[in-house]
């Protein structure tokens, strides 16, 4: 966008509380972001039934049992004097025994690259996971421009779609790399099973009490922090930490239903290579392979599942894990039964290349 | 809705109209009021209010700005049971002015509409683009994002508004803000 008026870059106001005109537009990106044509015909569904319902007021009021204060009165107490601290490691396993159940699930997924130089931060990059279990899983990574990147794993065959629509079926004795590369850094993408599973006694957990981060309440909020950093930073040759090298994960878990409805993962700066590495270019958009970075200056970046490379579990782009990735959960319905197939005009991938 | 040889009924009218004008009536409620629940609730109502007057609706007019006019009385109303003050009848007015000004009267044309408004995000620059992504896409709270991109919550606020006020410039240079 060009013919910016200079005038607009002096704040008018922090929240669009002032201008008509602002408030306008921001009305209109939450409408963008937050509504889907589903969720309005919901909307309209709800007031055509309420036009045909009677009246049930009275009825919601009659419904109160006498009984039903004393026992809300005492759930309010027991949860008062819950123990936080003992009991947050039960509530993951109990996340992690539900997660485990073979489920249609869908996450957005976000990650939030590193900057390579302080006045350079990259745009955040989104993704679309669904997952049925350990062994069926899709994921949808939309970067900036539109150009969309899919990799899918059904049982044995994982699989890449490229922004240019070709398709590859990887090496069977390759394993799905939990790690997909993008030109920002890392992308960790595992069913939530596995990635709770990370959360091993390296990890304190506690509940934290932060109204803010679970967005709505009614969430048990549970933040898992790794011990001694330092010390674990050092020994990259730890095969879990190699596996996931968060050093906070945060959590959101209905307690209803023991259903993780968000997982973000923060990494530590130090983490793969920084930010003091990075000279040159950046590195080339995914799909876009035509030539690949000098050696010496980022390193080789085999392109996942084309080559014998070992990825045993961890972050191997040269920017190493990002700054932080987010699961959350959204609402969806099962997934068609060939979703997690290959496309139809994959090609065998030719380990000679 | 199905399909038959039956003259349409008002319920089957009031449901068109409804799914046609429902995007845009939510957009004005969301400049209109601010707390989210509340929209939800002053939405439901406003369509309950419309059908119950559906009879009292001049058709030579617009649908969209007649359900606009019973939205913004209900949230005036909604506000005062609450005992909270959402916007003057002034700002109100001009916030319709610029939901005429994007009105196609039409769910199509609202369609069209947000197309431009995607095309102007994607104009926007990368800094205004990736915060406008992270507040209202991954609805991430401000100071994350103040955290995430290195900066005080002042000047990510500041990036916010300046990115909304881009927007506002290239929707109006493309004819849909007044």
Same mark, same amino acid.
């Given at each position: *966008?060009?013919n910016i008026d200079p005038n607009l870059s002096r704040p008018e106001?922090?929240?669009?509380?002032?201008l008509?005109q602002d408030?306008?537009?921001?009305?209109?990106?939450?409408?963008?972001?937050?509504?889907?044509?589903?969720? *309005?015909?919901?909307?309209?569904?709800?007031?055509?039934?309420?036009?045909?319902?009677?009246?049930?007021?009275?009825?919601?009021?009659?419904?109160?049992?006498?009984?039903?204060?004393?026992?809300?009165?005492?759930?309010?107490?027991?949860?008062?004097? *819950?123990?936080?601290?003992?009991?947050?490691?039960?509530?993951?396993?109990?996340?992690?025994?539900?997660?485990?159940?073979?489920?249609?699930?869908?996450?957005?997924?976000?990650?939030?690259?590193?900057?390579?130089?302080?006045?350079?931060?990259?745009?955040?990059?989104?993704? $679309?996971?669904?997952?049925?279990?350990?062994?069926?899983?899709?994921?949808?990574?939309?970067?900036?421009? =539109?150009?969309?990147?899919?990799?899918?794993?059904?049982?044995? $065959?994982?699989?890449?779609?490229? %922004?240019?629509?070709?398709?590859?079926?990887?090496?069977?004795?390759?394993?799905?790399?939990?790690?997909?590369?993008?030109?920002?850094?890392?992308?960790?993408?595992?069913?939530?099973?596995?990635?709770?599973?990370?959360?091993?006694?390296?990890?304190?957990?506690?509940?934290?009490?932060?109204?803010?981060?679970?967005?709505?309440?009614?969430?048990?909020?549970?933040?898992?922090?790794?011990?001694?950093?330092?010390?674990?930073?050092?020994?990259?040759?730890?095969?879990?930490?190699?596996?996931?090298?968060?050093?906070?994960?945060?959590?959101?878990?209905?307690?209803?239903?023991?259903?993780?409805?968000?997982?973000?993962?923060?990494?530590?700066?130090?983490?793969?290579?920084?930010?003091?590495?990075?000279?040159?270019?950046?590195?080339?958009?995914?799909?876009?392979?035509?030539?690949?970075?000098?050696?010496?200056?980022?390193?080789?970046?085999? %392109?996942?599942?084309?080559?014998?490379?070992?990825? =045993?579990?961890?972050?191997?782009?040269?920017?190493?894990?990002?700054?932080?990735?987010?699961?959350?959960?959204?609402?969806?319905?099962?997934? %068609?039964?060939?979703?997690?197939?290959?496309?139809?005009?994959?090609?065998?991938?030719?380990?000679?290349? | 809705?199905?399909?038959?040889?039956? &003259?349409?009924?008002?319920?089957?009218?009031?449901?068109?109209?409804?799914?046609?004008?429902?995007?845009?009536?939510?957009?004005?409620?969301?400049?209109?009021?601010?707390?989210?629940?509340?929209?939800?609730?002053?939405?439901?109502?406003?369509?309950?209010?419309?059908?119950?007057?559906?009879?009292?609706?001049?058709?030579?007019?617009?649908?969209?700005?007649?359900?606009?006019?019973? #939205?913004?009385?209900?949230?005036?109303?909604?506000?005062?049971?609450?005992? !909270?003050?959402?916007?003057?009848?002034?700002?109100?007015?001009?916030?319709?002015?610029?939901?005429?000004?994007?009105?196609?009267?039409?769910?199509? @044309?609202?369609?069209?509409?947000?197309?431009?408004?995607?095309?102007?995000? &994607?104009?926007?620059?990368?800094?205004y683009?990736?915060?406008?992504? !992270?507040?209202?896409?991954?609805?991430?709270?401000?100071?994350?994002?103040?955290?995430?991109? @290195?900066?005080? &919550? &002042?000047?990510?606020?500041k990036?916010?508004q300046r990115a909304r006020a881009l927007l506002a410039q290239?929707?109006?240079?493309? #004819?849909?803000?007044?």
């Amino acid at each position: *966008m060009t013919n910016i008026d200079p005038n607009l870059s002096r704040p008018e106001s922090n929240d669009p509380n002032g201008l008509p005109q602002d408030r306008f537009v921001d009305a209109l990106l939450a409408h963008k972001f937050s509504e889907t044509r589903e969720s *309005m015909d919901a909307r309209i569904d709800r007031v055509l039934r309420s036009i045909h319902a009677k009246p049930s007021r009275a009825h919601s009021i009659r419904s109160w049992h006498w009984w039903a204060i004393p026992l809300a009165a005492l759930i309010a107490i027991s949860i008062l004097f *819950m123990p936080t601290s003992s009991s947050a490691s039960a509530v993951v396993q109990s996340a992690a025994r539900v997660a485990r159940k073979s489920v249609d699930r869908q996450y957005q997924v976000i990650l939030i690259p590193k900057g390579r130089r302080v006045s350079d931060q990259p745009p955040p990059i989104f993704a $679309t996971l669904d997952v049925r279990d350990s062994q069926h899983m899709r994921i949808e990574i939309h970067f900036q421009g =539109g150009r969309t990147e899919i990799h899918g794993r059904d049982g044995d $065959t994982s699989w890449q779609q490229r %922004p240019d629509g070709s398709a590859i079926i990887s090496d069977r004795n390759i394993p799905w790399p939990r790690w997909v590369e993008t030109p920002d850094g890392s992308l960790l993408v595992d069913s939530m099973a596995e990635m709770l599973k990370d959360l091993d006694d390296s990890y304190d957990i506690a509940k934290v009490d932060d109204a803010q981060a679970c967005g709505r309440s009614g969430l048990l909020q549970i933040r898992a922090s790794r011990q001694e950093i330092e010390s674990v930073v050092a020994s990259q040759s730890d095969e879990k930490l190699h596996r996931n090298p968060a050093e906070r994960i945060e959590m959101c878990i209905d307690p209803a239903t023991n259903e993780v409805i968000r997982l973000e993962m923060f990494f530590p700066v130090q983490s793969g290579p920084g930010p003091s590495d990075q000279h040159g270019p950046p590195p080339p958009p995914m799909g876009e392979r035509g030539s690949p970075p000098p050696m010496g200056e980022r390193g080789s970046r085999p %392109p996942m599942g084309e080559r014998g490379s070992p990825r =045993g579990g961890g972050p191997h782009g040269p920017l190493g894990p990002p700054q932080s990735i987010s699961f959350e959960r959204t609402e969806t319905t099962s997934f %068609p039964s060939d979703w997690f197939k290959a496309p139809a005009h994959a090609v065998e991938a030719d380990p000679t290349q | 809705m199905k399909l038959t040889n039956r &003259e349409p009924s008002a319920h089957d009218v009031f449901e068109l109209l409804a799914r046609d004008h429902a995007d845009h009536l939510l957009v004005f409620l969301r400049a209109v009021v601010r707390d989210r629940s509340m929209v939800d609730d002053v939405f439901q109502e406003t369509m309950m209010v419309a059908w119950r007057r559906l009879a009292d609706f001049d058709r030579t007019r617009s649908f969209g700005a007649w359900l606009r006019g019973i #939205g913004s009385r209900v949230a005036m109303d909604f506000a005062g049971r609450k005992r !909270m003050v959402i916007v003057d009848p002034t700002m109100i007015q001009e916030i319709e002015q610029h939901s005429v000004a994007f009105d196609g009267d039409h769910a199509h @044309a609202f369609q069209t509409r947000m197309a431009t408004l995607d095309d102007c995000i &994607e104009r926007l620059p990368n800094d205004y683009s990736q915060v406008i992504q !992270m507040v209202y896409r991954a609805d991430l709270p401000l100071r994350k994002i103040a955290s995430n991109l @290195a900066l005080t &919550e &002042e000047a990510v606020k500041k990036r916010i508004q300046r990115a909304r006020a881009l927007l506002a410039q290239c929707l109006h240079r493309k #004819g849909v803000l007044a």
